[in-house]
């Protein structure tokens, strides 16, 4: 049973590299899931979308000939938190991004922690607060796991967008 679920969920996506069951459109412009591939590449692409946020530190989409037409790479550890500034930078980019009139997609190797902590940090600088930003998350993505280092950092991330809305 659970090499089925790894050879459906995991396995196709890495033969494949399109990520099956393991990306999620948060919004209308914001894909969440795991690391692509070559095929999974041309299906973003199909999908419209323009942009990617890589936050692996051990894989990066440039040296694999894998980045879109706008790539923003930010190397984070694995289960470690995005620093504030690149947290910042990677909520830019994609509020650009969406204003040029792209989608994107935001990865780290599963989608399950490092990716989602970005998306919630873009949301909060769209006017969500960041219990709003994971429930949306959540809606879609129902496994995420956001690790202690991440969620201290997201809150740290609000404190500082909720300071900027006060001045």
């Excluded at 323009?50 to 990066?60: A, F, H, P, Q």
């Excluded at 650009?96 to 902590?117: F, L, N, S």
Aim: proline residues 5%.
């Amino acid at each position: 049973r659970t090499t089925l679920i790894w050879a459906h969920g995991r396995g196709y996506s890495k033969l494949t590299g399109i990520p099956l069951l393991r990306y999620s459109r948060v919004t209308p412009d914001v894909y969440i899931g795991g690391q692509y591939g070559r095929r999974g590449k041309r299906t973003l692409e199909q999908w419209g979308v323009s942009g990617v946020v890589n936050l692996r530190t051990e894989y990066d989409d440039a040296a694999h000939g894998l980045t879109l037409v706008d790539y923003c790479h930010l190397p984070t550890i694995d289960d470690d938190a995005p620093t504030i500034e690149h947290l910042q930078r990677g909520a830019d980019f994609m509020r650009d991004v969406i204003a040029g009139g792209g989608k994107v997609y935001v990865h780290c190797a599963g989608g399950v922690g490092r990716a989602p902590t970005q998306v919630a940090a873009y949301l909060m600088t769209q006017g969500m607060t960041l219990d709003e930003a994971l429930a949306a998350i959540r809606r879609t993505r129902p496994f995420i796991n956001i690790m202690p280092p991440q969620m201290e950092q997201l809150r740290r991330f609000e404190a500082l967008q909720q300071g900027e809305t006060n001045r």
